[in-house]
């Protein structure tokens, strides 16, 4: 099988050489692209759609999703370098640094495929989300990413952040109607960093799980970051899973953020599982 990097450059604090160096020792003239915009990206796929069988994209979740979406209800497959801030789709999927586990892997061109979903059209392949955490994101993206400001820029809006009003548009579900904290919609267990928001979701069972999240003292934060990184929030007073395969609701914020990347979407949302439509390396 051939197969192509598609590299972002602003991933891992701009230091992509390294990665280059060590796939020029492994791989004797490496096809890749380093990508400066999204149509970059679009381009190079699109030109090399015949040629290549594997896109392989350097990157966090955000670059991920731009070259998975390119890829999606076809035969061709992505892979993937982790080289973002949290790494939560590569970390769902069994990617990791291991530039020559990853380079077995292309060679075997062994493929599984997975769900992806929408956001009012707006392509996700992990988790996206509006209320606290999409404010966080929009913040988070004026620093210098890293897990330390992700923490910094979470405690500091946590202290004025009002929740969010959720309306359910069809009768099942009005019953949830109320304000909360945040609600995620998500299609594997964690948004990175091993921060597992639904730890009962799957990528390949056709739903997403839409976790909605009272606000909750910030006394009971301590426990509440205790119980997502150790995968027992389905046991929390504060937080709700609703397995959905579409779903539209309006909530009284257009702050989301898609893959973990800062999106203004206006309501009312319309979310909508596309099942089994992502080929990825296994």
């Known amino acids: 099988m051939q197969f192509a990097f598609i590299i972002n450059p602003y991933s891992a604090k701009k230091n992509y050489q390294p990665f280059l160096d060590n796939l020029a020792r492994r791989i004797e003239n490496p096809f890749y692209l380093i990508s400066r915009s999204l149509e970059d990206t679009e381009d190079f796929i699109s030109v090399n759609w015949d040629q290549v069988d594997i896109f392989v994209a350097v990157g966090g979740d955000g670059t991920i999703s731009v070259v998975a979406q390119k890829l999606i209800n076809t035969d061709k497959i992505l892979a993937v370098f982790p080289a973002g801030s949290g790494n939560g ?10 530039l020559d586990t990853l380079l077995r892997k292309v060679r075997s061109g062994n493929s599984k495929a997975i769900d992806t979903f929408t956001v009012n059209g707006n392509f996700s392949i ?15 993206e004026k620093t210098s990413r890293g897990f330390k400001n992700y923490i910094k820029v979470s405690i ?9 009003k959720i309306k359910f548009l069809q009768d099942d579900y009005k019953v ?11 299609n594997t267990r964690q948004f990175g960093n091993n921060a597992y928001i639904a730890p009962m979701a799957s990528k ?9 999240v009272k606000k ?3 006394t009971y934060s301590p426990f509440f970051a205790f119980r997502m ?18 779903i539209e609701f309006k909530v009284n914020t257009k702050n989301w953020h898609i893959d973990g990347e800062f999106k203004k979407i206006k309501s009312p949302i319309h979310i909508k599982v596309m099942p089994k439509s992502l080929r990825i390396l296994v």
């Open 89 to 98: 789709f590569s970390n769902e999927t069994h990617f990791n640094k291991n």
């Open 126 to 140: 992990n988790v996206s989300g509006t209320g606290f955490d999409g404010k966080v994101v929009k913040e988070f």
């Open 156 to 164: 500091k809006t946590f202290f004025n952040y009002k929740p969010i």
């Open 176 to 186: 949830y109607n109320g304000k909360y904290l945040m609600l995620n919609v998500a």
């Open 204 to 212: 390949s069972d056709g739903l997403v799980d839409l976790v909605l």
């Open 216 to 218: 909750f003292p910030l």
């Open 229 to 246: 990184f150790t995968k027992r929030l389905k046991d929390d007073d504060y937080v709700t899973y609703l397995p959905v395969s579409e």
